[in-house]
């Protein structure tokens, strides 16, 4: 309320198209954008073969975490993609937060499981990101539940349709910046970007809808690896997208350093710069 949310900082330096567009397009899929990315791999395979020589046999990293640090280092390097449209203005999102899907178990009809984590690439090494994930991952599979896993455990305990109560009143105070902090943070709908990871059952990218409840403006999803005609590796990552938060230009130049930091993992090992030092 007021240009205040405890998430996010109100953006002010806008052009007067940019600040009109939430009226034009109120829901973010009003205003939805899809774009396909192709990765070349083969230089990220060499790398974590090399890398994991030195790492526990349990907790190699993958492909998926090379695509996890990309995608954070280009939300800081880039803070114009981190940014969300609530109550009709743009928001610059406090830190980065990435949340992806798991499958408990590697079967048919297996449960899924949501992990959000606030990233930290100006501070924390390619490794220690790897370790938090896995931290993450280990509790979620052992059947640790997440804080909003338990809110919705008790909204299914409500007769139908009840638990549309409590949920029309945190998008009211959503709306207006009131909805706490410590729910938000638990919120996987409250993130940078949501990732789904459909190459590790092997199957091809495709586009994710936009859900409309939360803040998260881009959905990701990788896809399986693949060969071209020469014998190289690749994969591909869909991206859907909330144009109202940037152009198309600096969404595509932000697209480009993530499939260049891929091509070149040894740039991602340490911690990265903040964008005044581009």
Not at 40 to 51: G, H, S, T, V, Y
Not at 65 to 86: D, E, Q, T
Not at 141 to 160: A, C, F, I, V
Not at 206 to 235: C, N, P
């Amino acid at each position: 309320m007021f240009g205040k949310r405890p998430d996010a900082t109100l953006v002010r330096d806008l052009s007067a198209m940019r600040r009109f567009m939430p009226y034009v397009s109120p829901r973010r899929n009003d205003s939805v954008f899809y774009m396909n990315q192709e990765i070349r791999a083969d230089a990220a395979f060499e790398f974590m073969e090399k890398a994991n020589k030195e790492r526990p046999r349990n907790r190699p990293i993958t492909l998926f975490h090379l695509y996890l640090r990309a995608v954070s280092i280009a939300m800081l390097r880039r803070p114009g993609v981190n940014r969300f449209v609530k109550a009709g203005r743009l928001w610059q999102r406090d830190g980065v937060w990435i949340t992806f899907s798991a499958k408990k178990k590697l079967i048919d009809g297996a449960p899924m499981i949501t992990i959000k984590r606030c990233f930290h690439p100006e501070s924390e090494t390619l490794g220690e990101m790897t370790d938090a994930t896995y931290e993450q991952l280990s509790l979620g599979r052992k059947g640790k539940k997440t804080t909003s896993e338990k809110e919705m455990d008790w909204l299914l305990r409500l007769p139908h349709p009840l638990p549309r109560i409590p949920l029309a009143i945190a998008r009211f105070a959503d709306h207006f910046g009131l909805l706490p902090r410590k729910i938000i943070d638990a919120d996987p709908l409250y993130s940078s970007v949501f990732i789904a990871n459909l190459g590790s059952i092997n199957y091809p990218a495709g586009f994710h809808h936009l859900w409309e409840y939360g803040t998260t403006s881009i959905f990701a999803v990788m896809g399986e690896v693949e060969q071209d005609a020469t014998g190289g590796r690749k994969f591909t990552a869909a991206y859907t997208y909330d144009e109202r938060i940037e152009d198309g230009l600096y969404s595509q130049y932000s697209l480009g350093m993530v499939r260049d930091w891929i091509a070149n993992p040894e740039t991602m090992v340490e911690p990265a710069k903040p964008p005044e030092d581009d």
